[in-house]
């Protein structure tokens, strides 16, 4: 296949954002969408806090739209997810797992994040099963039913609320005692809790999901009393964090914790220590984590891979 000038790795707003105004700068980007297209923000049930949508769209709508526009650029995607990157004589080849290889001057990684996973006994043998990370994957196999949802963040929160709006019989659980969201999904859980849809469970830790064939409940522990009990449920979703993408970064650049650790240089933010190799989104933002920081790094990562294969 022909040496391409940029290529774009993953399909969120941060992926997006960079092919748009790649093409817009006669790059002819490739987006490499990835297994999951339109990435983590398909699974969110409603966003709020998208710039204009005041209408208040799901992730997937959302995500729908920005492709659309991608493709209003006649920008080419392909399904595809990357197995390996790997830099030599100044090109970058994408080693598909399809099997493809693909070649490019450079390249932009914005694969974000995967859902994080607890790691406690009984994960693995209900997870798919009574276990999940996505409430609205899911959360329509539960209605009517007890759910727990384990977390403290905006995900949880959100995850919660949504389980609660199916008719679940809903519990939190988080390990503190005051909650790490934003203050209007405070107060939405705790009008809900007062309501009583969602039950609170606070200074608790998971230490074991129980039960037969099936899932039966979570073991939980008092942060500060010590006391264990058991809380029964017929699902549970875990929203506890996520873990970046990037994988297939091993070898050509050294990683922050599974971040991508940005150059530093003042007039190109989103550079890396790999020249021609350019990150946006939350792979290389552990800190805000949202989506229209995700499309505004995407932005900048092509204005900066533009300036960079001008300088070639």
Known sequence: ???????????????CTAAI???????????????????????????????????????????????EHVRKFDVEILQDS???????????????????????????????????????????????SGISACATCDGFFFRKKR?????????????????????????????RNEFRCEKILTDKLMSAADEGRISLHLSKVPLEFVGGESLEGVRIRDTVTGEE???????????????????????LLELDRGYIPLAGDPEHATATAVPGLFAAGDVANARYQQAVVAAGSGC????????????L
């Open 1 to 15: 296949m022909a040496l391409r000038n940029v290529i774009v790795i993953g399909s969120g707003p941060a992926g």
């Open 21 to 67: 105004y790649a093409a817009r700068a006669g790059l002819e980007p490739l987006l490499v969408a990835g297994l999951l297209q339109g990435g983590q923000l398909t699974q969110s049930s409603g966003v709020e806090n998208w710039p204009g949508a005041h209408h208040f769209p799901s992730g997937f709508e959302l995500m729908e739209s920005l492709l």
């Open 82 to 128: 990357v197995s390996t990157l790997t830099r030599e004589d100044g090109v970058f080849s994408l080693h598909m797992a399809g099997g493809e290889v693909l070649t490019a001057r450079s390249v932009i990684a914005a694969t974000g994040s995967s859902a994080r996973y607890l790691g406690i006994p009984g994960e693995d043998r209900f997870r798919g």
């Open 147 to 175: 759910v727990v949802v384990i977390g403290g963040g905006n995900t949880a929160v959100t995850d919660a609320l949504y389980l609660a709006g199916l008719g679940a019989k809903t519990s939190l659980v988080h390990r």
């Open 229 to 251: 009990s058991v809380l029964a449920t017929d699902g549970v979703f875990e929203a506890v964090g996520h873990v970046p993408n990037t994988g297939y970064l091993e070898g």
């Open 300 to 311: 900048m990562a092509a204005l900066d891979a533009e300036h960079y294969l001008s300088m």
